[in-house]
């Protein structure tokens, strides 16, 4: 097991081991004093974990409940939070007592956002089930849901009380829904650290033993960048490598059919292409990070017309003002950030995110 404090507004700690779940309880128990916890979780993640979560909790003195609903981005709305609050005071949970997100990213940003706003804020615990939870959504505090205007429109910075990652879950995530996790553990290398990427490159990074450590790296570079930039002005800009092309593409294909990682992977690849070909980023860097993401069954290129899709993201960054931050990598593991007109981008990624560098 490995063990990480994060020096928030709010310092919290991360246990990341196999097995984790079951001593949730105990691990509960060292930072909340509470009578009652609240388990919201999904769909399939119900019927795999919240068994072991609740029995745990129950052992550590916590009279429990399981709030479930259906799995998938859709439940990650307003109507989900009024029935957990419904839930939560069908329950009586005072200020003291607890809620815990066990899942994915949707549980996770949804039982937060509930955490920060019940009775103006009570304590909850993360326990991610999905690689990409383990590795990003789980650490830094951003909790919220989607509206039909838009997705994570509506949210608030609420750091957990504790974040305990059982790398044992992972055993039981489909193929696809790994492999979307690992863009986020590539992009997270490849910005910051070349001796993770390079464990990466090497090895399976679904085998069990280097698993630990993978996500532990992972967790601790994105933990650096939020302690220095808790509410995302500078630093914290570094982690949206791939960001503007992959949430382009999502939205183009608005949230259904090409999932976030598949899509970040695919921005990763264009705009290091674009870089590398202006020199501004080092030569050998595109075939290196492309090799990695084919590695893990990701997509590079997408037959979507890079015209239609760039054009949702320029019109809304045009209302913001007349610049994007690009984020470039440097070679891999150190990147920067490259402000832009917003009507470059096109130009600047040339001939779109297929073809050769
Ligand atoms: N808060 C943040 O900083 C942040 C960062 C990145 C992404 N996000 C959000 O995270 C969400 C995506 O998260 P996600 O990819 O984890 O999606 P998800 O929560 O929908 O999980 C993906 C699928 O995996 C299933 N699953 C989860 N754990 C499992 C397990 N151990 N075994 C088998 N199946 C399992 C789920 O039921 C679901 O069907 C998006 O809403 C995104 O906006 C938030
Ligand atoms: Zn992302």
Known sequence: MIQMTVNASRPYDIFVGKGLLEKSGEL??????????????????????????????????????????PAGERSKRL???????????????TRRDMLVALGGGVAGDLTGFAAATWLRGIDFVQMPTTLLAQVDSSVGGKTGVDIAEGKNLVGAFWQPVRVIADTGTLD???QKVFADGMAEVIKTAAIKDSRLFGLLEDGDAMNPS??????????????GVVEQDEREAGERKLLNFGHTIGH???????????????????????????????????????????????R????????????????????DKKRAGSKIDLVLLREIGDSYIYPIEVDSLSAFLGGGPGGEV
């Open 28 to 69: 509960c128990r060292e930072v909340n004093g509470g009578q009652r916890a609240l388990i919201v979780t999904d769909s399939n993640v119900a019927l795999l974990y919240a068994a072991r979560v609740s029995a745990s909790l129950e052992a550590a003195g916590y009279k429990t409940d399981v709030f479930v609903f």
């Open 296 to 315: 893990y069954r990701l997509p590079l290129t997408d037959p979507a017309p890079e015209g239609e899709y760039l054009s949702g993201v320029l019109l």
């Open 248 to 294: 382009a593409l999502e939205k183009y294909y608005d949230y259904t059919s090409l999932t976030h990682g598949f899509a970040v992977a695919v921005g990763m690849a264009a705009i290091t292409r674009a870089s590398e070909r202006r020199g501004l980023t080092a030569a050998g860097t595109y075939a290196r990070l492309t090799a990695c993401l084919d």
């Open 79 to 93: 109507e989900t939070v009024s029935a957990v609050f419904a839930r939560l005071a069908q329950n009586g949970l």
């Open 210 to 223: 280097k698993r630990e450590e993978i996500i532990a790296g992972c967790i601790d570079i994105k933990r």
């Open 172 to 174: 039981t995530l489909p």
